[in-house]
């Protein structure tokens, strides 16, 4: 029996850094309670399985079945609502990625539970044993707290770097165990086409320690070039708000906010943005932002640590110059 049953991710048989988090989130949660911590690694193998012991988990299972192969999503979904059924867990962990995003709803739907989403936060009430969930509303300017009253398991979504992944440590004990879930192929309903691999450079946005975003009042797409300089230069990765990516002068890949991806970096240098509460949504936990921006009374500055009022392209370029100088 797992407590707390962690969905873990992997990319290309590596463990993704949201597990060795959620696991970090879990093992909170269990020590309060009690409880087992779980991880279910979906095609996961041995090596896979050990690290994430080392991690936090007490129990590490590899869901293995042939329908898995090719990842569909549906093949997810029943794989781990079989999981779910086999462990009895009363805290399901999943992180806010792409695929997080996916397969949690799904999920409480087929166990007929509730799921908070876009979690900061996640502790046990140490008298009830019972999870509380905190989450960003009303586009990031108030924080509601959730609590699951009876139905197991509780399922929460938390967003990545929430919790820091525990020191790897070897010596920790756990068992590794093999779930085959059975699956019938006739579960996947979409076929997979085709796979396109999109080429990328330099660190992924919502892993990034410094993001440089860029608004509408760059003016085009030109600009970009300058801010992709400045990311290059500072280890980081350029971001954007809605309307640049709506214009086309950017994928929508780029896009961080409500309906876009959520970023926590260290520092947050926006350029042209205003600060909209949809796009302050997905970068509220930035631990400090920079804003240039011409008009002072625009909203990004209210969440600003330093603010420059003034035209990006009076400011930019030496700002750039100045940073070159500083690293090399
Ligand atoms: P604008 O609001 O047009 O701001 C441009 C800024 O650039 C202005 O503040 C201006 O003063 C400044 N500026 C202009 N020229 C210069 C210059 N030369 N130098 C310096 N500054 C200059 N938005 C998101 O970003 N992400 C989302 O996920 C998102 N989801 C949404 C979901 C819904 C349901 C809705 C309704 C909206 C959503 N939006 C989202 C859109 C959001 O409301 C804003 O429209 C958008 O964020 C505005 O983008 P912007 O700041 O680039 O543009």
Known sequence: MAGVLVIGELND????????EL???????????GENVGVALLNG???VGQETISLGADNAYLVQDEVLAEMQLDAQVAALEKVCSEVQPSVVLIGRT???RDVGPRLAFRLGVGLAQDCLQVEA???SGRVVAVRPVYGGNALAKVTFPDANPQMVVMRAKAYEP???DDSRAGEVSIINPGLDSSVVKARLVETVSQAAEG???EDANIVVGGGRGLGGPEPFDQLEDLARLLGGAVGASRAVCDAGWLDHSYQVGLTGKTITPDLYITVGISGASQHMAGCSASKNIIAINRDADANIFKSASFGVVGDWKNVLPSFIETVRELVN
């Open 125 to 127: 009430d140490a008298n």
């Open 166 to 168: 525990l020191d790897a």
């Open 23 to 33: 696991l970090a989130a879990g093992r909170r949660i269990a020590d309060v309670t």
């Open 13 to 20: 048989d590596a463990l993704q850094s949201i597990t060795g």
């Open 98 to 100: 792409l695929a997080g």
């Open 45 to 47: 193998g041995d090596a």
């Open 203 to 205: 660190v992924r946005l």
